[in-house]
């Protein structure tokens, strides 16, 4: 990836990433105009933030977080079934805010649905971590952000906040 794709990368996922995470700043003049504001159902934190962090669905394109919603019988080897209506509420609001990511849906391995650490831009980040490191106890996978980016909960992946755990 050349440096500006990675910049352009960068921005539009910290601009998803503030769809649900700064309800504050109605008077930002920095925002880009076509900025959609959406706003997170209760149920998308409690229910996909159950089992692992609730991922910011900037980080996928819709038609992979449409794989996930009609997937959830069998997701990664867990059942993440919902009732109608939260499952209507998270499927709209991921379409929604994540309708910026216009990157390919990654591939993904038979039976699962796609990985953002499958994504070039998660790879393409973490190109320096070994893969030993991953596989930590204190790590698990890829898909472990918090063990290394303590402010991800609150959509915080910058550089200044990683500590690879030993
Ligand atoms: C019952 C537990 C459970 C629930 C509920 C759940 N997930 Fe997951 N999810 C998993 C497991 C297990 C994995 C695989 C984690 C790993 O490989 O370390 C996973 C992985 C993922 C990944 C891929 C992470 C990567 O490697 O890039 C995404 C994206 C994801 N889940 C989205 C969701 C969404 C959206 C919801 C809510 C609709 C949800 N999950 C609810 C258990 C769950
Ligand atoms: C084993 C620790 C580890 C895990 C787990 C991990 N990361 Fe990272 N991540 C890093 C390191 C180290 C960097 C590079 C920081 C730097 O640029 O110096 C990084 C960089 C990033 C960046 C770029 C930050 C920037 O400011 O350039 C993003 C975005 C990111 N990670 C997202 C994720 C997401 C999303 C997950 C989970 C799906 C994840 N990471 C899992 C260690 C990790």
């Known amino acids: 990836m050349h440096h500006w794709q990675k910049i352009l990368m960068m921005a539009a996922l910290m601009l998803s990433g503030s769809?649900?995470?700064?309800?504050?700043?109605?008077?930002?003049?920095?925002?880009?105009?076509?900025?959609?504001?959406?706003?997170?159902?209760?149920a998308w934190q409690a229910e996909c933030g159950s089992c692992h962090m609730a991922y910011?669905?900037?980080?996928?394109?819709?038609?992979?977080?449409k794989k996930h919603m009609d997937t959830l019988r069998q997701h990664y080897g867990s059942n993440a079934t919902l009732d109608a209506a939260d499952?209507?509420?998270?499927?709209?609001?991921l379409q929604l805010a994540s309708?910026?990511?216009?990157q390919p849906v990654p591939t993904s391995k038979p039976g699962e649905p796609p990985r953002i650490t499958d994504t070039r831009w998660f790879?393409?980040?973490?190109?320096?971590?070994a893969p030993a490191i991953w596989k930590r106890k204190s790590v698990?996978?890829?898909?472990?952000?918090m063990a290394c980016h303590h402010g991800a909960a609150q959509g915080d992946f910058d550089e200044d906040s990683v500590r690879i755990p030993r």
């Open 123 to 129: 790879q393409h980040q973490h190109d320096e971590i």
């Open 56 to 65: 910011p669905p900037g980080m996928l394109p819709p038609a992979a977080w």
């Open 99 to 102: 309708s910026e990511n216009r």
């Open 19 to 42: 769809l649900y995470a700064d309800d504050d700043h109605e008077g930002d003049h920095h925002r880009q105009p076509n900025h959609t504001r959406v706003k997170a159902p209760a």
């Open 140 to 145: 698990g996978s890829a898909a472990n952000c």
């Open 87 to 93: 499952e209507k509420a998270i499927r709209d609001f």
